[in-house]
C-alpha cells in the first residue's frame, strides 16, 4: 500500500517463549527415550523381540481411541463415552460373530455406524443443545450402558480366527495393530497439521469466539471432532474385541480416562488449541511401557491404575507450570 | 488528544463518491442485551471512497453496531442493506462474503495460531485438499512488508505485545480486499508513528473506492482522517455530519450530552518535594534475553505525590519494564525497592508491597471475562476471615473501587464480558484502586475510554499522587504522557534515553524516542533543568548521543 519506513524491529516475542513451547512438545519423547533405556537396563526381559511385540500389540487399542481423543480435546472438549463404545462394539462384534467369518464385514460396518451414531449424537448434545460435553458423553456412557446390558448380561459370543488376526496377525515382522495404528496416526496427523479442517480444529480448541469471527463454522467443526473421535474408538472397539476373542461386558472400562491421560500427557491442551496426535502417540507407548515394566517386576495389574492417576496429575501441573510462566 | 499535536492533519478528501449506492447501510436498526437496550433505532450509510467515523461514550453502542455489520450480532429490528440490497447475515463468514471486514476492538486473534496462520484463518491458501504451508508463509510475508509491519509470519501471536497484535489485527482486515473496512479503535495501543503509518493506509484505501467505518475515542484523528461523523449516544443516533462541518467541542458535546471541557489536563503540583527517600526505587533492571536485551539496566525513582510517565515506541520495553518492576517477566534481574524495603520479584510479593499494576491486556491479563465485574474487582484483595471469604466487605471494597473508577455501581453483578471496552478498562483500574497502592503502575490506564471518563481518570491519578502515591504511567498516546506527567522517561529499544519534564512538546519526545535524538538539538527541551536529572537516577543515554534531561 505505502512504502513507509518501517518502525524499528518489534523485539520477538517474550523471551525464551520458544523453548518452552519445544519442553511441552517434546517432553514425552524425553520421557519416552529415558523409560526406554530403564527398561533396557534396568528390567530383566524387557530388551526382548517377544517383549516389544507385546508392548506395539497392546498399544494400538489404547493407541487407536486416544488419537480420538485428541481431535476431541483439541477443540476444548472432552469424550468420556469412548470407553463404553468399545465395550458396546466387543460385545455386539463377537457376539452377532460368534465365530462365523462370513460376518466380518458386516460386523466392521454395523461397528462403524455405530461410532457414527454415537458421535453424531454426542456432537449435536454439544452443539445444538448447548449441553457441557462433560454431561452430554457422561449421559452418553450411561445410555451405551445400558445398551450392552440390554443385549446381554453375560460374556457372549466368540471372534472367528480370521477376526483375531486384527489383533494377533502380522504383516512381514510388523504387528498387524500396530500397523494399523501407525496407518491411522498418519492419516490423522496430516488431516490435523496439513488440511484447513485440521487448522479449524486447533483454531475452535484455542479461541472459539475468535474462530467464528474468521468465518469458522465453530460448530460442525466440534461436531466433526466428536464423530472422528467415536469412529476411532469404533475401529479401537474392533481391535480390543479381537483381542479378547469374546464379548465381554466391561471390556472397555477405563479407556476413557487412559485415553484421556494419554492426550495430555502427549502435550495437548485440555483447554484445547494446542497439541497434536504426534505427543498422544509417544504419550501411549510411554503408559503401555510403564504398564509392561509393572508387569515384569510383578507389580499388582491395579497399581497401574495408581500410576495412571499420578501420571495425569504430574503431567498436568508440569504443562501448567510452563503455560503459567510463558 | 492534547493541543499541543504537531502532527499535519490530513485533507479531508471529498465526501465519498455520493452517486454510488453506500457499501453498507443500517436503517432503524435496534439491539438488545437481555435488558440493556445497546441500540436503539439506529441509521447509518457508509459510502465508497468515504471515511466515516463513528463516535461516542463508552457504551454508546458503538461496537454493537460494527457486530452487527459483521454479522457478529443478529439485530432484534431494522434492515441492514449491503449496497442497496437488504440482507440478513447469517453470521460473520456472510458479512466476510459481502466484502465487510473489521478490526475488532478486542481483537479476535487466536492465540495459539501463528501471525500467518490468523491472518489467512479461514482463506488459507490450498493445493488440493491440503494446506499450502510455502504459500501461505510467502504471501504474508509479503503482506506485511507491504504494510510495513515489524512482526514475523511465523511469530505465535500468543507471545506478541498488545500493539503488535492490535498490528497483525489491521493486517488481517486489510488482506481481505474488503470494499468495507470496519476498524474498532484501531490505534488504542498505538504510537504515533505506527498511527501516522495508519491513516497512511487509510487514505490510501480511500483513494481507492473503499470505504471505511473509523471508531475511535481519540477526536483529534476523527477530525483530521474522516469525512464524515456519526454520534451515538446511549444506543442512539444523535447526528450525522461532514467532518469538516464540525468541531472537537462540538463533538464532545454531542456525545457527552452536555458542555465538557475537554483535553484540560489536571494542573501540576508547583514543584514535587524530591528531598525525602523515594517511594519506588529500581535499580538496574535488566532482562539478558539471548544476544538482545529486552530491556537494560534501566533505573528510575519516583517520589511520593509524583506521576511518572513512560514514553516510546512499540517494542521500546515500556511494558516490559513495568512487568519487570512486579515481577512477573522471567529471566530478569532487578532491584526494586519501595519505602526502601526490598521487594521480591512475584506478583504476591509485589501486591504485599502496594505496588498496583494496571494491565494493558485486559482480555488476556487484566481480567476474568466470565466472572461478575464485583468479583474481578474484589481479586486484588478478596476480604476474608478465618479462611472465609466476607461478602459484604467485598461488596463495600467494590462498590468504592467502581466509584472512584467512576463505574456505574449497577453493573456489579453483570459478567465483564457483557460491558463495552471503555467500561472493561475502569474495571482493570478499579481492581488495583482497590488494594490501595503505595504505588501504581498503569500500563495504557485510558486505553479505550471515551473523553469524558478519561479526564476523570487523569484527575483520579493525579489526585492519588496529591494523596502521597507515586505513579508510573505507559501510555502510547504522547499527549497523555505529556499532560499529565510530571517527568517523562523515554526509552528506545529497551534502553532509558532521555528524562524530560512534563509539557514538553511531542516533538521533543518523538525525536528521542525515534532515532539518535540529536536531531533535538533545539526544538524546545529547554526549561527541562529544574525537574530532575540531578538525582543520579538517569542513564545518560548512549555514548553517542547528548544527554538530553538538564540543558
Ligand atoms: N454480549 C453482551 N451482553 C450484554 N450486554 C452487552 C454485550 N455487549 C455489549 N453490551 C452492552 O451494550 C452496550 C453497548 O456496548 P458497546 O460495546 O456497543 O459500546 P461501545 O460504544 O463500543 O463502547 P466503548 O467505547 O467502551 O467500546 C453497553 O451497555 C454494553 O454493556
Ligand atoms: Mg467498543
Redesign the pocket.
Same mark, same amino acid.
Given at each position: 500500500m505505502t512504502s513507509v519506513p518501517a518502525s524499528p524491529t518489534a523485539r520477538p516475542g517474550l523471551s525464551g517463549f520458544d523453548l518452552r513451547e519445544q519442553v511441552a512438545r517434546l517432553g514425552v519423547w524425553v520421557a519416552l527415550g529415558v523409560v526406554l533405556v530403564v527398561g533396557i537396563v534396568a528390567v530383566p526381559n524387557f530388551a526382548t523381540a517377544a517383549n516389544a511385540d507385546a508392548i506395539l500389540r497392546q498399544a494400538a487399542v489404547l493407541g487407536i481411541v486416544a488419537l480420538g481423543q485428541t481431535f476431541v480435546v483439541l477443540t476444548g472438549g472432552i469424550d468420556l463415552s469412548v470407553g463404553m463404545l468399545m465395550g458396546l462394539v466387543t460385545v455386539l462384534a463377537n457376539g452377532i460373530m460368534g465365530g462365523d467369518p462370513a460376518l466380518i464385514l458386516p460386523i466392521v460396518l454395523l461397528a462403524l455406524g455405530c461410532g457414527l451414531v454415537t458421535g453424531v449424537a454426542n456432537g449435536l448434545g454439544v452443539v445444538a443443545a448447548r449441553v457441557d460435553p462433560l454431561i452430554v458423553t457422561l449421559a452418553m456412557l450411561s445410555v451405551l450402558q445400558g445398551v450392552i446390558f440390554i443385549y446381554t448380561d453375560r460374556t457372549v459370543g466368540s471372534a472367528p480366527a480370521e477376526f483375531r488376526d486384527l489383533a494377533y496377525g502380522s504383516i512381514g515382522p510388523i504387528p498387524t495393530p500396530a500397523l494399523l495404528l501407525g496407518g491411522l496416526a498418519v492419516v490423522c496427523w496430516v488431516i490435523l497439521a496439513r488440511t484447513p479442517f485440521g487448522r479449524y480444529v486447533h483454531a475452535v480448541g484455542s479461541s472459539a469466539q475468535d474462530a467464528r469471527k474468521a468465518g469458522i463454522p465453530i460448530d460442525r467443526i466440534r461436531l466433526a471432532a466428536y464423530v472422528v473421535c467415536s469412529v476411532l474408538a469404533a475401529i479401537a472397539g474392533l481391535v480390543l474385541a479381537a483381542r479378547l476373542g469374546s464379548g465381554f461386558t466391561g471390556a472397555g472400562a477405563g479407556f476413557e480416562l487412559s485415553s484421556i491421560v494419554a492426550v495430555v500427557v502427549g502435550g495437548t491442551a485440555l483447554s484445547g488449541g494446542r497439541g497434536g496426535v504426534a505427543g498422544t502417540l509417544a504419550a501411549v507407548l510411554l503408559l503401555t511401557i510403564l504398564a509392561t515394566m509393572l508387569n515384569l517386576l510383578g507389580i499388582s495389574p491395579f497399581a497401574q491404575r495408581v500410576v495412571n492417576g499420578v501420571v495425569i496429575v504430574v503431567a498436568v501441573a508440569v504443562y501448567t507450570a510452563q503455560r503459567r510462566e510463558a | 488528544m492534547g493541543p499541543a499535536t504537531d502532527r499535519e492533519p490530513h485533507a479531508p478528501g471529498p465526501p465519498g463518491h455520493l452517486d454510488e449506492p453506500p457499501v453498507i447501510e443500517l436503517r432503524g436498526v435496534a439491539?438488545a442485551?437481555?435488558i440493556?437496550? *445497546?441500540?436503539d433505532g439506529v441509521d447509518l450509510a457508509v459510502r465508497p471512497g468515504s471515511v466515516h467515523a463513528?463516535v461516542?461514550?463508552?457504551? *454508546?453502542?458503538?461496537?454493537?453496531?460494527?457486530?452487527i455489520i459483521a454479522g457478529v450480532?443478529r439485530p432484534d429490528a431494522g434492515t441492514v442493506l449491503v449496497r442497496g440490497t437488504p440482507t440478513r447475515f447469517a453470521g460473520p463468514a456472510a458479512a466476510e462474503a459481502a466484502g465487510i471486514s473489521v478490526v475488532y476492538?478486542e481483537q479476535s486473534l487466536v492465540p495459539d495460531l501463528d501471525v500467518a496462520q490468523n491472518i489467512y484463518l479461514h482463506r488459507e491458501p490450498r493445493r488440493g485438499p491440503f494446506l499450502d504451508t510455502r504459500r501461505l508463509y510467502r504471501d504474508c510475508t509479503a503482506h506485511l512488508e507491504r504494510l510495513a509491519i515489524p512482526v514475523a509470519a511465523r511469530a505465535p501471536v500468543r507471545g506478541l505485545s498488545v500493539a503488535e497484535r492490535q498490528l497483525v489485527e489491521i493486517a488481517k482486515a486489510l488482506s481481505r480486499d474488503a470494499s468495507l473496512i470496519v476498524m474498532?479503535?484501531p490505534t488504542a495501543s498505538l504510537t504515533s508513528v505506527e498511527q501516522e503509518h495508519l491513516f497512511r493506509v487509510i487514505e490510501d484505501l480511500r483513494a481507492a473506492g473503499r470505504a471505511v467505518l473509523y471508531?475511535s475515542?481519540r477526536l483529534d484523528e476523527i477530525l483530521a482522517i474522516t469525512d464524515t461523523a456519526t454520534v451515538?449516544k446511549d444506543?442512539r443516533l444523535v447526528r450525522t455530519m461532514p467532518t469538516a462541518a464540525t468541531s472537537h467541542q462540538e463533538l464532545v458535546t454531542l456525545m457527552v450530552g452536555r458542555e465538557l471541557v475537554a483535553d484540560l489536563y489536571p494542573p501540576r503540583p508547583a514543584s514535587i518535594d524530591r528531598s525525602g527517600p523515594p517511594r519506588l526505587s529500581v535499580r538496574d533492571a535488566t532482562i539478558a534475553a539471548g544476544g538482545q536485551s529486552a530491556i537494560e539496566d534501566i533505573s528510575l525513582d519516583v517520589w511520593p505525590g509524583e506521576i511518572v510517565g513512560l514514553a516510546g515506541l512499540i517494542g521500546s520495553g515500556r511494558t516490559t519494564l513495568l512487568r519487570t518492576i512486579v515481577g512477573v517477566e522471567p529471566g530478569a534481574t532487578r532491584g526494586v525497592q519501595v519505602d526502601g524495603v526490598e521487594v521480591d520479584p512475584s506478583p504476591s510479593a509485589a501486591i504485599a508491597a502496594g505496588i498496583g499494576f494496571v494491565t494493558e491486556d485486559r482480555k488476556l491479563e487484566g481480567l476474568a471475562l466470565d466472572l461478575t465485574n464485583l468479583a474481578n474487582l474484589v481479586s486484588t484483595t478478596l476480604p476474608a476471615r478465618r479462611g472465609v471469604y466476607q461478602a459484604a466487605a467485598g461488596r463495600a471494597i467494590a462498590e468504592t473501587a467502581a466509584d472512584r473508577a467512576s463505574l456505574p455501581r449497577r453493573?456489579l453483578g *453483570?459478567?465483564s464480558?457483557?460491558?463495552?471496552?471503555?467500561?472493561?478498562?475502569r474495571v482493570v483500574v478499579g481492581k488495583w484502586l482497590a488494594i490501595g497502592p503505595r504505588v501504581l503502575l498503569c500500563d495504557e490506564p485510558t486505553r479505550?475510554?471515551?473523553v469524558g471518563a478519561k479526564a476523570d481518570i487523569h484527575a483520579l491519578l493525579r489526585g492519588l499522587a496529591e494523596s502521597g502515591m507515586a505513579i508510573v504511567m505507559a501510555s502510547s498516546d504522547l499527549p497523555e504522557v505529556l499532560g499529565v506527567a510530571d517527568r517523562v522517561l523515554v526509552l528506545r529499544e529497551g534502553r532509558l534515553v532521555a528524562e524530560l519534564p512534563g509539557g514538553v512538546t511531542e516533538a521533543t519526545v518523538m525525536a528521542a524516542a525515534a532515532v539518535g535524538g540529536d536531531t533535538l538539538g533545539d526544538s524546545g527541551a529547554a526549561g527541562a533543568g529544574g525537574t530532575a536529572g540531578n538525582d543520579g537516577t538517569m542513564t545518560a543515554g548512549d555514548a553517542d548521543e547528548p544527554p538530553m534531561g538538564g540543558r
Open positions: - | 439491539k442485551f437481555g440493556v437496550r *445497546a441500540l463513528l461516542g461514550e463508552n457504551g *454508546a453502542g458503538k461496537s454493537t453496531c460494527i457486530g450480532h476492538q474498532d479503535e471508531v475515542h451515538l444506543g453493573v *453483570a459478567r464480558r457483557t460491558l463495552s471496552g471503555g467500561n472493561q478498562q479505550g475510554i471515551d
